[in-house]
């Protein structure tokens, strides 16, 4: 163990306090002492240790009172109670008002060690216990997941891109991340505190799309009897995503193209020239260098945007990444389910290291989802997986949450239905407990 901790020793004997400090001074820790309870409170909000030896009875605050405002700082702070001979029950007081563990006077200098060594074991492990959970809370919002070194070399280039406010192009299959890394580029920009804003090019209808991204004025077309402000405004100081940014209509480039060589823009039926501060970030399914060379994109707009392309690897050619992957959306998805699966057997994750993975991430988040729904015990065997994997014929198809909630809601109403609506029974077959069931039926209102 490490052996530098401040250690905070109150005593208001002076002699008693002289021996505390030497003990924990001569094993290399960082010691500051108190003579009263008052000072012992003051260092406590002024200091951060990582244990407090301290005396029971003292003048007006005792080692109570330093008990009670420790655990007020930090509730697992270690606290070793000094008490006097005989006085075991306010010595079982002191324990059960948080204390950690107390000696009694007067006692041997190696056993008040042996305590206080433990206490501080206890302590660390705490600490680190926080610290993981810290860092799996940002995982679960930003962070993306892949050891191997092509993920490695994104997370590099993402870091390096995303404060030089340059449009960015991300290039990637479906399913590869493209969504998240945008969201990631913002997210680490001087941009951050303002909007970022999602469109996907290949979804509107062209005429459309114009008054989506530079918004209209009133009594511009039929139906619009209002003034409506179009994405390029709103997220002016913010980042526009421009997603399939390939399906974008051949009509509607020269348009977004204008925009960006000046940034300004007219709202549809407007006749002031608007302006809009905002970075583009925009994605591809398909290599957009060959769609110019085949005539299919223009290529000024593609030099335009392509100033940083990003290519997020299909999940295939990094199989290195998969387990990781994997466990992360175990641990996704069987909180999200309330359920207590928390593997995955090492024949069914040398599976899923196989497949070839053509829905990439997505897919393999949507397998780990559903196994998670169909697994009884607390691994995803093969069994769990869906037949459509098993049979190794996986439909591709883009599957949202919204998906996933239905596949819930089916598995629900196939398990009522079998048990004849016996709810405790049917909690065991989904392999959840009666009180989740119920909670879900409520919810879904079966
Ligand atoms: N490296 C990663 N770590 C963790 N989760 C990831 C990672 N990459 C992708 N995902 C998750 O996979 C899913 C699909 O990612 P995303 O929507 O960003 O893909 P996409 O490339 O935009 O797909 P499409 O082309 O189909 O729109 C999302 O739920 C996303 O959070
Ligand atoms: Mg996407």
């Known amino acids: ?52 030896v301290t005396d029971l009875k003292m003048p007006k605050q005792d080692g109570m009172a330093i008990v009670r405002q420790a655990k007020a700082v930090d509730a697992e702070l270690p606290i070793i109670m000094i008490t006097g001979h ?20 007067p006692f041997d200098p190696e056993q008040l060690k042996l305590v206080a060594n433990r206490a501080l074991r206890y302590y660390q492990l705490i600490r680190k ?3 993981m959970n810290s860092t799996l809370n940002d995982l679960r919002s930003h962070e993306l997941i892949g050891g191997g070194s092509a993920m490695q070399k994104v ?32 997210r680490n920009s001087r941009r951050a505190g303002n909007l970022f804003l999602p469109i996907n090019c290949g979804a509107i209808a062209v005429n459309l799309l114009e008054s989506e991204l530079f918004g209209h004025e009133q009594g511009a077309f039929t139906g619009a009897d209002q003034q409506k402000k179009g994405l390029v405004e709103l997220a002016s100081a913010g980042t526009l995503f421009l997603d399939e940014l390939n399906s974008m209509p051949a009509a509607f480039q020269a348009k977004i193209l204008r925009f960006l060589q000046d940034r300004s823009f007219f ?36 030099f335009r945007l392509s100033v940083m392309v990003l290519r997020l690897p299909p999940l295939r050619e990094r199989p290195e990444d998969i387990p990781e992957l994997a466990c992360y959306f175990l641990r996704k998805y069987s909180s999200l389910y309330e359920k207590k699966v928390d593997r995955i057997d090492p024949y069914t994750l ?35 997986l869906p037949d459509d994997f098993r049979r190794g014929n996986l439909v591709t198809a883009v599957e949202d949450s919204m998906k996933l909630s239905d596949m819930e809601q089916t598995m629900m109403r196939k398990a009522l ?7 405790a029974r049917a909690a065991r077959m989904l392999g959840i407990d009666t009180s989740t069931l119920w909670r879900k039926i409520k919810r879904y209102g079966l």
């Open 417 to 423: 239905q079998r048990s004849a609506g016996n709810k």
């Open 129 to 131: 216990n926080r610290m």
């Open 350 to 384: 040398n599976q899923l290291v196989d497949h070839p993975w053509p829905g990439n991430i997505r897919e393999l988040e949507n397998v780990i989802s559903s196994s998670v729904i169909m697994t009884t015990g607390t691994a995803i065997t093969s069994a769990s």
């Open 86 to 105: 005989g006085s075991v029950n306010s010595a079982i007081e002191a324990m059960k008002q948080g204390a950690y563990d107390y000696i009694e006077k």
């Open 1 to 52: 163990m490490s052996k530098n901790f401040p250690i905070l020793v109150v005593d208001d004997d002076d002699r008693m306090r002289e021996l505390l400090v030497e003990i924990f001074s001569d094993q290399g820790h960082q010691v500051i002492a108190a003579s009263d309870g008052d000072t012992a409170i003051r260092a406590i909000l002024e200091n951060k240790f990582s244990l407090i």
């Open 155 to 186: 997370k590099r280039l993402v870091a390096k891109i995303a404060p030089l406010d340059v449009s960015v192009m991300i290039q990637g299959e479906t399913g590869t991340g493209k969504e998240l890394v945008a969201r990631l580029v913002h």
């Open 267 to 302: 709202r549809v039926g407007g006749g002031k020239e608007l302006r809009s501060d905002v970075r583009i970030v925009a994605a591809t399914n398909v290599n957009l260098a060959e769609e110019v060379a085949a005539g299919r994109f223009r290529d000024d707009l593609y």
